[in-house]
């Protein structure tokens, strides 16, 4: 239902060992790499979540504005990439305060652990959004609809004080426990929020 806010708990996704240290600019792997990575992975089990809320907001047009109801940009960049939808999910996704404490925990005392753990809490949001997306797209799949690529605030030339009216719209501190300072950063830090636009698979759009 348009405007309706839902909420979604996941478990671990398939953990990419890579992809972690990639985030951690390990460019060798070493045996003592791999022993880090494993301990610190040991360090996480059970100390993460994965919780989304997202609600769908139909798009207006107007003056070279994008309107949502809840908010209204010219975003040129946004625009683009919701061309040819006439509706958007709108999410906020977070991997808990756990990856928090222990990158805090290590910082001081173990600065290799530190790093490797924010290069896990990293693929571990990303983890999360690719499998919220997946399912988005394979439901919006089976109406006929297709789901488009996310785009986050702060990218490009959309403001990071979207974040204001994001975090309002989806009550995430109530939904999933994330909240936003005045500096517009997230607590937890390992979250995303981000827009996907929907639109008719079989409409063609003659927006530019």
């Known amino acids: ?17 890579k992809e972690i240290l990639r985030y951690a600019g390990v460019r060798e792997d070493t045996s003592e790499i791999t ?14 979540t994965y919780n989304v809320c ?5 798009i207006t047009r107007h003056n ?15 625009s683009e990439n919701l061309a040819g939808c006439a509706s958007a ?5 977070t991997v ?18 530190a790093l490797m753990l924010q290069a896990i809490g990293a693929e571990r949001i ?6 919220f997306c997946k399912d988005m797209a394979e439901c919006f799949d ?6 488009h690529k996310r785009f986050s605030p702060g990218y490009g030339d959309l403001p990071i004080t979207v974040q204001k009216d994001i975090f309002s719209v989806l009550d995430c501190p109530r939904r999933i426990g994330l909240c936003l300072n005045d500096s517009m950063i997230m607590s937890p830090t390992k979250s995303v929020t981000a827009f996907m636009g929907v639109s008719d698979k079989n409409k063609k759009s003659s927006e530019v």
């Open 126 to 131: 990303e983890s999360l959004c690719d499998a």
């Open 35 to 48: 022993a880090l990575l494993e301990e610190c992975l040991c360090e996480c089990d059970g100390k993460l």
């Open 64 to 78: 070279g504005f994008t309107d949502m109801a809840f908010f209204r940009t010219d975003s040129k960049m946004l």
């Open 142 to 147: 089976r109406m006929g609809r297709k789901l």
């Open 1 to 17: 239902m348009i405007g309706t806010v839902y909420t979604k708990t996941y478990s671990s996704p398939p953990i990419d060992r």
């Open 89 to 93: 999910v709108l999410f906020a996704a």
């Open 54 to 58: 997202y609600a769908e907001f139909d």
């Open 96 to 113: 808990g305060i756990g990856i928090d404490r222990l990158i805090a925990r290590f910082g001081t005392v173990s600065p290799a652990k």
